[in-house]
């Protein structure tokens, strides 16, 4: 006879024959069952629990486990608002395929067809946000509910899975064994006639490139891609979300990141190749429409979920396997004699040089302020491959993934899909906990950053060693130079002065600013070499910002 388990303890063996190390959330009556018995639980291998400030930061903390190792952060809220509240952050990861779970406490089961307190619709709401949403309604379904929810979050495309927990199921009796861990599933790769057809096709193209997506970036790709790499020398271009797919080794083979606007290298590269591969491509990341807008290369799309197709993007070839086993077998089928032509590789060296000056053109900056560029060149300089660099949304983050260097997949992070403001200290805090010896740095407007900026005090409770850069301008200027260069002029998108030397101190945290754009290096320095969480209130110059826009390829004026 199997020992009997509340619910929530059933639940909890379930979170630890899988392996979750945390649970992050804000307690309520609805859940505190669960909060009760993480928090007194015996058991050595119990999540932690972490309590935040706010239930969405919870959940783009969790979100933030789940695109730094593949496995799904946790995140538990109470009934009504704490669920709804988790609804942007829920939309995020299941845009931009990181794995989260999502438990959120509901009324008791006889009241949930009442106008009752903080009863909502949580799995009808949820199911708009999330990948798979349930809501248990027997105790003894809790484990298998939890472990359903660990397939759908990891499956691809990976994203949230949410529980609805009525307050009674978490607090009755189990009686079946709790489910055991789950097996990984084996890996696939394309068929023989498939390799051969790509084989063929790569030898009769003049420019063949490689377009590496979200999907691209886990470290068993990665190794994949870069294999077929160390056999032959293919140009690639990054999505925002592929950053760091290519590494120092292969640097020669980098060609930047496109999003946003089509005035990149890697727009032009798209655009003059008649062959591309796309490897864990997804639509959210830039759409076809913006980077196929001449239909006139092949496209062959390898991915582990089948594209969305659309008037533009109808891949010629379309492989639905796992992407490093088909990657690993291509380049074994490869010959050893393949390389690309003299005249392929001329044209690349032009765009390479092109590419690499971009780096370097800065202007002359306001006086007092620093131009994004010197920003930029001085952070890379103080930090290595391992250091894991969150980014905001906002003017920053298109100069981050244009000009910053990343050499490690999912080292350098963006919300590329929804582009949610308030996602950098969040995920700063999930690097650090998954990269404790590791630097990590979180950069934000002085807008997005007080969307979250109350997890400081998480960061703090922590003593979690996170540099935050907040690019100061008082404005929401990622809006601001986009009206201004439709407009003409710009509305809605001034906001008053936060001292945030003093916000940083209020919490516990040191604060620092740049008075002097010639002091910037020694205050990043001065952060980096500081014990717990450092704010640095950088005032900066973006009378460049037109040049985000300014179009690179003729045939595009937005």
């Known amino acids: 006879m199997a020992t009997k388990k509340r619910g929530s303890q059933a639940l909890i063996q379930s979170m630890i024959n899988q392996g979750i190390k945390y649970v992050f959330g804000i307690p309520g009556a609805k859940v505190d069952q669960l909060f009760e018995d993480l928090q007194y639980s015996d058991d050595p291998n119990v999540p932690k629990l972490i309590v935040t400030r706010h239930e969405q930061n919870a959940a783009f903390i969790a979100a933030g486990i789940g695109r730094l190792t593949g496995k799904p952060g946790v995140v538990a809220t109470t009934s009504g608002?704490?669920?709804?509240?988790?609804t942007t952050a829920l939309m995020t990861a299941t845009a931009e395929g990181d794995p989260v779970i999502a438990l959120g406490g509901e009324v008791p089961r006889d009241d949930l067809s009442r106008l009752t307190h903080q009863s909502i619709p949580s799995?009808?709401?949820?199911?708009?946000?999330?990948?798979?949403?349930?809501?248990?309604?027997?105790a003894n379904n809790l484990s298998e509910a939890f472990m359903n929810a660990y397939t759908a979050a990891v499956s691809p495309k990976a994203g949230a899975a949410f529980i609805s927990l009525p307050a009674d199921v978490l607090s009755d009796d189990v009686s079946r064994p709790v489910i055991k861990s789950l097996a990984e599933s084996q890996a696939s790769q394309a068929s023989p006639q498939t390799l051969a057809q790509i084989v063929t096709l790569l030898k009769k193209a003049k420019l063949p490139v490689i377009l590496a997506g979200m999907r691209a970036s886990s470290q068993e790709v990665t190794a994949a891609l870069h294999r077929l790499l160390a056999k032959v020398s293919l140009p690639v271009v990054e999505t925002y979300q592929g950053a760091g797919i290519i590494s120092r080794e292969y640097e020669q083979d980098f060609f930047g990141r496109v999003g946003l606007f089509r005035n990149q290298i890697g727009d032009t590269l798209l655009k003059q190749s008649d062959l591309v591969i796309t490897l864990g491509y997804d639509p959210v990341e830039y759409e076809a429409r913006n980077w196929h807008v001449e239909h006139n290369d092949t496209i062959i799309n390898l991915d582990s979920v089948a594209p969305e197709l659309s008037n533009d993007y109808q891949p010629d070839v379309t492989i639905t396997a796992d992407i490093a086993a088909t990657?690993?077998?291509?380049?074994?089928?490869?010959?050893?004699?393949?390389?690309?032509?003299?005249?392929?590789?001329?044209?690349?060296?032009?765009?390479?040089?092109?590419?690499?000056?971009?780096?370097?053109?800065?202007?002359?900056?306001?006086?007092?302020?620093?131009?994004?560029?010197?920003?930029?060149?001085?952070?890379?300089?103080?930090?290595?491959?391992?250091?894991?660099?969150?980014?905001?949304?906002?003017?920053?983050?298109?100069?981050?993934?244009?000009?910053f260097r990343s050499y490690r997949p999912r080292h350098l992070l963006f919300s590329n899909g929804m582009q949610?403001?308030?996602?950098?200290?969040p995920w700063a805090i999930a690097a650090k906990l998954v990269r404790p010896n590791e630097k990590v740095v979180s950069v934000s407007g002085d807008g997005g950053f007080l969307f979250?900026?109350?997890?400081?005090?998480?960061?703090?409770?922590?003593?979690?060693?996170i540099v935050q850069l907040i690019w100061n301008?008082?404005?929401?200027?990622?809006?601001?130079?986009?009206?201004?260069a439709k407009y003409g002029r710009n509305a809605g998108v001034k906001f008053g002065p936060v001292d945030y030397v003093k916000y940083a101190e209020s919490f516990g945290a040191t604060g620092l600013r740049v008075s002097d754009p010639a002091k910037l290096g020694d205050i990043l320095d001065q952060a980096f070499a500081t014990d717990g969480p450092?704010?640095?209130?950088?005032?900066?110059?973006?009378?460049?910002?037109?040049?985000?826009?300014?179009?690179?390829?003729?045939?595009?004026?937005?």
């Open 81 to 86: 608002p704490g669920v709804s509240n988790l």
């Open 327 to 403: 990657l690993t077998a291509l380049t074994d089928e490869l010959p050893a004699d393949y390389q690309l032509s003299e005249e392929a590789v001329s044209r690349l060296k032009t765009l390479k040089q092109d590419f690499e000056a971009e780096k370097v053109s800065e202007t002359v900056s306001e006086t007092g302020k620093v131009h994004p560029l010197t920003i930029i060149n001085e952070l890379q300089k103080r930090v290595d491959d391992d250091t894991t660099v969150t980014v905001d949304v906002g003017s920053h983050y298109i100069w981050m993934a244009r000009h």
């Open 473 to 484: 301008d008082g404005y929401y200027d990622m809006v601001k130079f986009q009206e201004e």
């Open 420 to 425: 949610t403001l308030g996602v950098s200290l």
């Open 452 to 465: 979250s900026g109350q997890e400081l005090e998480t960061a703090v409770r922590l003593n979690l060693n």
């Open 123 to 138: 799995k009808e709401l949820m199911s708009f946000a999330a990948k798979s949403s349930v809501e248990v309604q027997d």
């Open 534 to 558: 450092v704010i640095v209130d950088i005032p900066v110059d973006y009378r460049d910002n037109i040049k985000l826009k300014s179009a690179l390829l003729k045939d595009i004026l937005n």
